[in-house]
């Protein structure tokens, strides 16, 4: 399906829903259990289709997602829409599957920096033991989706080459992931080299087989959207009210806010099956639980007409 | 000139900056004159080849440009950039030409309502008042530049038909403007519609003397600027730290932000002329002098790192 007069533009894209896992990872507030679950609650009822829930990890290393069992547990699984829980580890797709999770995720980087500071291993050796963790996830009837991080750049080792990111999709794919979230974690990229980025990539993967993950740190996201749409990408990451920050700029902004997105598409004519004043409630209820304004455009200018 | 690898995108953009102008008119602070003058100061070390420096309209009207004149008389005029001020009737075409102006702007609108209720008269009226206004500047040797608000939305009577765009837009061409910005004033248009517009208003005056002037009320400027970049529109108008706000959705975002559009298209190899370094210096001294955060994300993600 394409939007009947741009005949270059997909028109069905499909949003996977960030705030409740890697938004609320990287907020300062602390978000109880129970607020985590309403909040899965109101993007259920949006009609988003994919949710990522939380990550099976040591507690030890990621306090604000020990409840992530309990929070998975709790929430109504609609039939239609999947909840993805971040698995870095055999540890962590043994919890998985003793909570019935559907479907989990893999991390991989990039960039050699960025995977030895974050995991301590080389990117090599990271996508090594997702191998019989893939394996033993399909193998239990789960979907696996993939994610690459530091895709057009890295804090330490600054741009990244599109050649590196076909390698490690490449691999992800083989190992068999449904799809390959592409994420630009830094949020310096930029719509051409967005362009640039997914023609590379789909050189190696089946374009229909990857998503953009993009950072609004830079004010970017929403143009490489755009870009990665003329490409054929129709899978995006978003986050509710722009949950989540950038760790490597205190202050500045992390996840593209999933209702920016949806604006921009709908008010284009292209179909994302989210109803926008739904997804609105889920932003005012994300910036109540974080104590704060929602850093997206729509969401203020809604928020500020309501209030005038 | 075009992106040697991307060859449907231009190579080249000029941007023309609002921030002096149509941003400090619309921020709650006083600002004193001496501080407008430096701010153009620190503009002019940027490498913008044009300006906005004010406006000729009654100080009863908009008092906060009532120093325009002066601030026009003290800045340094450098070769090779323009400098246009604001002039809405004849006497404020007097007023130019008694400070020696070459650059003059008039602004129509493309909404009825909007027309109205700003300058209590309809749409074509207000052209038919620009006639001699246009006739009488071109004769003094001056250029002109038009303005269209409300090309994709109107605060009072929803989408704009590019159409009704693309004919005020064959008006001021045909009265000799030299170029007619296109302003989506409240800024609700998506890139599909940008690019839809673009197109309508195209066919009626050469895509070569359009600019875009998009504000990033809901976070869709620079996709918008994306979007008609590809369409063959290379001037665009920006605002320095995204100053002013949205009358129409108080506490909300007005004019896109320079050093966002500035790093988006330099990082993706399009050529804009300034300098990154110096355009923060200008985004620094103004968020001094009206006294809060540059609202872009650039700006903020910048600083961040800095303060880091």
Same mark, same amino acid.
Not at 7 to 11: A, F, T
Not at 206 to 209: A, F, G, I, K
């Given at each position: 399906m394409i939007v009947s007069d741009e005949?270059?533009?997909?028109?069905l894209v499909r949003l996977v829903e960030m705030g409740s896992r890697d938004g609320l990872q990287n907020e300062p507030a602390d978000v109880s259990t129970d607020d985590k679950i309403t909040l899965i609650r109101f993007l259920n009822e949006t009609g988003l289709t994919g949710i990522e829930v939380g990550s099976f990890v040591s507690p030890k290393w990621?306090?604000?997602?020990?409840d992530s069992g309990e929070v998975y547990d709790r929430i109504e699984k609609r039939v239609g829409v999947s909840y993805p829980m971040l698995t870095p580890n055999l540890r962590g797709l043994e919890a998985a599957l003793e909570h019935g999770v559907r479907e989990v995720a893999v991390f991989g980087a990039a960039s050699e920096s960025f995977s030895q500071k974050n995991i301590n291993c080389s990117v090599a050796e990271s996508l090594d033991r997702f191998e019989p963790l893939c394996k033993q996830a399909l193998e239990a009837g789960l979907a696996v989706r993939g994610y690459i991080s530091c895709v057009m750049g890295c804090p330490y080792d600054g741009p990244t080459d599109p050649a590196k990111v076909a390698e490690v999709a490449a691999r992800l794919d083989a190992m068999g992931c449904y799809e390959i979230s592409l994420g630009d +974690?830094?949020? +310096?990229? +930029?719509p051409l080299e967005t362009k640039r980025l997914i023609r590379a990539v789909s050189d190696a993967v089946?374009?229909?087989?990857l998503a953009g993950h993009f950072h609004d740190t830079y004010g970017q996201a929403l143009a490489n959207i755009w870009s990665a749409l003329a490409e054929g990408v129709t899978v995006f990451d978003t986050a509710v009210a722009g949950l989540g920050g950038c760790p490597y700029a205190k202050g500045a902004t992390g996840n593209v806010a999933t209702e920016d997105v949806v604006y921009s598409l709908e008010q284009s004519?292209?179909?994302?099956?989210?109803?926008f004043d739904r997804l609105m409630a889920a932003v005012d209820f994300a910036s109540d639980i974080v104590g704060r304004e929602p850093v997206s455009r729509v969401g203020r200018a809604v928020r500020a007409k309501r209030g005038a």
């Open positions: 005949e270059d533009i997909p028109g990621v306090p604000k997602m020990a +974690t830094i949020g +310096t990229g +930029t089946p374009v229909e087989r004519g292209i179909d994302t099956g989210i109803d």
